[in-house]
């Protein structure tokens, strides 16, 4: 289903239209929501320089990692860097986002060693400032791709921490008219949902056309998350996860989809679980020791259980077996008369329950009274 | 003795210091309880970082205890920190009584977080012009109590842990940070801890043992290494759990059930 989304933000945007809009959404039970969103970078990046998609190039804004982590994560995934700067434009929002660093410049009590912004990356020194980061984005777009009818598409690695920065309607604010720009193929943005309250991941998922959602393999059933009682289940869940994936079409219609990503050396691997799907009924029975259900044999046998009283009421005398031994004689005549009727139905197969008293001191059942010994 | 490899050093992908100490570089959470205190983690860091073997610079950005406390223990371990200290290879910053003025202290470069930042950097940067290539490790203890400095603001804490943050990818820096998990185990949406785990790459936790102390384990230790695909460095071990005894002057790490 990672591909259905890729091919989606491929595809772009129909005129007159939103762009359409990905939320990739984690929690730290299985926080691998940035390895999805460099997943779904590095195929945009592919498909913009083999020209497949509308856009024909990304600006990225950069907040929770360095510029240069990734360039060298598209240089790893062997994409020229040398054409870099034809169709990516870097936001940087990392270097300085409060602009500390240029006032402590300011005041003398550090040089600035930082990277000088070259012409692909731009510094900005004021996250909290959304009015001007969209402008930003705006121009820096259409410094890739000319004032035309050429599509851009808009990646941000972090609505978290914009969000820490700023509240959450000018944040929606800010998405809403990137994605209602002419110029915007698609966007997308990682949210680590367990940071917001749910009103917060629920506005910017209405917003959003897709909604990829990561999730642990296996849910911690008690609230204590860090317990080392629950060391195995971390174990599991810290390399592989689930991946479900929500698309909204134009019409309403909305598809679920599922699949199961592992992390290996080389990035996130995808999946898909379809393939076992008769798996999915098995697995339903829990795989124990002993059996579960009954085979045909035993189902037919224990049909043929006469129940203690079953028989009553058909003309014979009542008699309840206590487990005394006296009763022996009257029981094995019982038993021969079930014989009989057994016999006539022309059944060979023989039920019955055998009970043994603990212990011939216990009291027999009766009529008496138990409390007919109180004086009142 | 010191030079060998115990289990702590192999969970955190710590070698022997025979290669470049610059791709050891890590962002690190330390998360104790009151149970069990992790502050022996740090020590065994500091201690390491300042082996004779290696030109490492330790910054030490100090909100619990003063220099003393953390001498006498460093020499008790076979390291003198007053030593270190002169030899620019320990910087001790000393924020017991640090107060963030209000509004914080954005105005001016003078106090609160942004001054500690500031001074952070400096001397970052003035080992990267005369030390070359050494590695340089910035240690907080402890982030709850910089959160009390920074007037209860987590969110200023972050800008902070952020900043440092970029101190990591511009000088290769490694950031290690103790924090205290169960302060924030009653909140609804304990954003502070959670955010810090976001940010780590390592995530040690320390905790008292499931079934009560026992006289010869002190606790265990669980390692979590996220081993993000950032740099070159590749990790073996994602995980492990295993238990300690702290000793007079040394830690024991054992696997549970090793020892008898």
């Not at chain 1, 978290?160 to 929606?172: E, F, K, N, P, Y």
Request: proline share 3%; charged share 25%; glycine share 6%.
């Amino acid at each position: 289903m990672a591909e259905s989304i890729c091919r989606a933000l491929r595809d772009g945007a129909l005129e007159g239209e939103h762009a359409p809009a990905l939320t990739i959404k984690d929690s730290i039970a299985s926080p691998f929501g940035p390895h999805v969103f460099n997943h779904v970078l590095a195929q945009l990046s592919s498909n913009i320089l083999a020209r497949k998609s509308q856009s024909q190039g990304i600006v990225l804004v950069a907040l929770s990692r360095s510029p240069s982590f990734y360039v060298d994560l598209l240089k790893s995934g062997g994409i020229d860097v040398y054409s870099l700067h034809k169709w990516l434009r870097v936001l940087d929002c990392y270097t300085d986002p409060l602009g500390w660093k240029g006032r402590l410049v300011e005041c003398g009590s550090i040089t600035n060693l930082s990277p000088e912004a070259s012409n692909k990356v731009r510094l900005c020194k004021d996250v909290r400032n959304l009015d001007n980061l969209s402008s930003l984005i705006i121009e820096m777009g259409k410094e890739l791709v000319g004032q035309g009818k050429g599509r851009f598409s808009v990646a941000i690695d972090s609505a978290t921490d914009m969000l820490r920065h700023a509240s959450i309607s000018s944040v929606a604010a800010l998405l809403s008219s990137l994605r209602s720009h002419a110029q915007v193929s698609c966007a997308f943005w990682l949210l680590h949902s367990d940071l917001h309250e749910v009103r917060v991941t629920s506005v910017l998922e209405y917003m959003s056309s897709m909604l990829a959602n990561v999730e642990p393999m296996t849910q911690s059933t008690n609230e204590q998350r860090g317990n080392s009682e629950n060391f195995s289940l971390l174990e599991q869940n810290s390399k592989r996860g689930k991946f479900n994936v929500r698309m909204k079409r134009r019409n309403g219609r909305v598809r679920l989809m599922f699949e199961e990503f592992c992390i290996e050396q080389s990035g996130i691997k995808f999946t898909s679980v379809s393939s076992d799907g008769g798996m999915v009924t098995q697995s339903l029975v829990p795989k124990v020791q002993f059996n579960l259900q009954l085979s045909e044999k035993e189902r037919i046998e224990r049909a043929k259980v006469v129940l203690p009283f079953e028989h009553q009421g058909n003309g014979k005398s009542i008699e309840i077996y206590d487990g005394r031994r006296y009763l022996n004689e009257n029981k094995t005549e019982t038993i021969s008369n079930f014989d009989e009727k057994l016999q006539t139905n022309e059944d060979p197969g023989r039920g019955e329950i055998i009970y043994f008293r603990d212990s011939d001191d216990e009291r027999p059942d009766s009529d008496e009274d138990p409390d007919d010994d109180l004086d009142i | 003795m010191d030079r060998s490899l115990n289990l702590l050093d192999e969970a955190l992908g710590l070698d022997n210091g025979d290669s470049n100490p610059s791709e050891t570089r890590l962002l690190l959470l330390i998360e104790d309880c009151v149970e069990t205190s992790a502050s022996f983690v740090l020590h065994h860091l500091i201690k390491r970082s300042l082996s004779p073997h290696s030109s490492a610079l330790v910054v030490f950005v100090a909100f619990a205890q003063p220099f003393s406390h953390y001498d006498r223990i460093l020499r008790k371990m076979g390291c003198n920190l007053v030593v270190q200290r002169d030899n620019k290879r320990f910087l001790f910053l000393d924020m017991l009584t640090l107060e963030c003025p209000d509004g914080d202290g954005e105005k001016t470069c003078k106090g609160g977080l942004l001054d500690l930042y500031g001074k952070i950097q400096k001397a970052v940067e003035v080992s990267v012009l005369t030390g070359g290539t050494r590695s340089i490790t910035i240690m907080i203890d402890d982030i709850s109590l910089m959160e009390v400095a920074a007037n209860g603001s987590s969110n200023h804490v972050l800008d902070f842990l952020h900043y440092c943050q970029t101190l990591t990818t511009e000088f290769g820096c490694s950031l290690v940070f103790l924090n205290h998990k169960d302060i924030y185990s009653s909140m609804e949406r304990s954003t502070l801890i959670l955010q810090m785990e976001y940010l780590a790459e390592v995530i040690i936790r320390a905790e008292p043992l499931a079934t009560g102390l026992a006289p010869d384990v002190h606790g265990q230790l669980t390692v979590m290494n996220k081993g993000i695909c950032d740099g070159p460095q590749t990790l073996q071990t994602k995980m492990c759990n295993f238990h300690f005894r702290i000793k007079e002057n040394c830690v024991e790490y054992f696997y549970p059930g090793s020892r008898t």
